[in-house]
């Protein structure tokens, strides 16, 4: 056996000398992943880049934040629900998934839960056939939308809360969730555990609660605080930390209570055990739930771009919020404000300056032409450019066609291979010939939008300060925003 691959194992050898081996010289083996690395349901999830919450429920009727359970069936009373109008604002406006609160704090359910007397079923609304997830659902794949569903662990309603037999009536109630409206891409667990209507509060039995997830949904990338599919980002304000690691360690920590701190949960652990990116959610109006008071605070398009950039734009997901009101439609206010969200970010990322750019690197992972680096200039989100193995502070310059302005400068690193990048300065040429330092940060990941003041150049320089492993980056774009007046601080 051995006699007869010998002959190719010459071959192999002869042709990896002559091509120089690893490093810069000929092909090398494709570059290792480094660390964790997300599943191919994370990736997705973390392309989407824009979601909807939808928190609808009793509190939209009785101005509450926090129902507490005792709300009889029949103030749930939408005067005319229109899921068809959530999803068709949601795609107008370029959002992929819907998050609806089927279960708030409150223990009501949007859809006829069996394991439960508090939902739409013991209500007069639709003479108790009505089902917000069977609408929403089939409304999100007529528009091609994602559906995804929040069910709030904490019940103040459940006469069991607080004993083991609620963690069953739970895991039925998710059974029931998760197995009658179709794929569902993300399910939310809120980290909240206050007293059930008895006074008393419940140890969540997490691991159970994740298997029934993965055996009905297995590709539902599971929020928590601490994931397991992606991590809360610490605040409701709409920010995710300047560093970003996509990976966190959460052994030893719980949802709730017994979270990381908070600055932890913004930034992630550099040396994470586990890949749980960062998801932002926050609400376009002061509450989480709609209230009539509030239709003059809904934050206007200036706050709405910055909360882009400091989410989508410091690799994170951003999660919406856009309340329906009681009667079960999105706000005039608030649709007309996504819509104008969404031109706004047509209209600044609809040119990329750095187009035609030339494109050089200090180092490349071999000379098969695969990882060049002009590869960062192209529109394949799949191809990219990788420094020569060992090399963690590569340069890579762009040349472009002519002199060109922009306050906008876009970064991603090639997510399947882990996230390297721990710090980076760009410089720019200026018109006598010298480079100025327009930007000095730390982390990439998924997508890294620098606001910096206007730079004109035909040059730009960027500089891996340090990095885990080889740099691989699969885009570098330059934008002009014309519209927000945000910059990084
Ligand atoms: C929190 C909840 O207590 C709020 O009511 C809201 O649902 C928010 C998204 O999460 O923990």
Known sequence: ??????????????IAASCGGPGGHGTAPDPEPYGPVPTEAQLKWQRMERNLFLHFGPNTFSGKEWGDGMEPEDLFAPTGLDCRQ???????????GLILTGKHHDGFCLWPNPESRHTVAQSAWQGGHGDVLRELSDAC???????????????????????DAYNDVYVRTLQSALSSYGPVYELWFDGANGEGPNGKRQVYDWPRFHEIVRSLQPDAVMFSDIGPGCRWCGNERGYNGRTSWSTLSPDGFTPGAGAPPKDTLQQGNVHGTDWIPSEVDVSIRPGWFWKESENDKVKTLDQLLEIYYRSVGRNALLLLNVPPDTRGRLHETDSTRLMEFSRALDEIFSEDLAEGASVKATSTWDRSGRFDAGNVVDADDDSYWAAMDGDTTPWITLELPEERTFNRILLQEYLPLGQRIASFTIDALDGEGNWKRIAEETTVGYKRIICVPEVRTRSLRLCIERAYAPPVLSRIALFEDRISPYLDK
């Open 141 to 163: 794949r007529e528009y091609g939308l994602s559906f995804g569903v929040y069910i709030s662990p904490w019940d103040r309603n459940d006469p069991h809360y607080g004993s």
């Open 86 to 96: 959530w999803a068709r604002t949601a795609a107008e406006s370029g959002f992929k």
């Open 1 to 14: 056996m051995i006699r007869n691959h010998f002959p190719i194992l010459i071959l192999s050898v002869l």
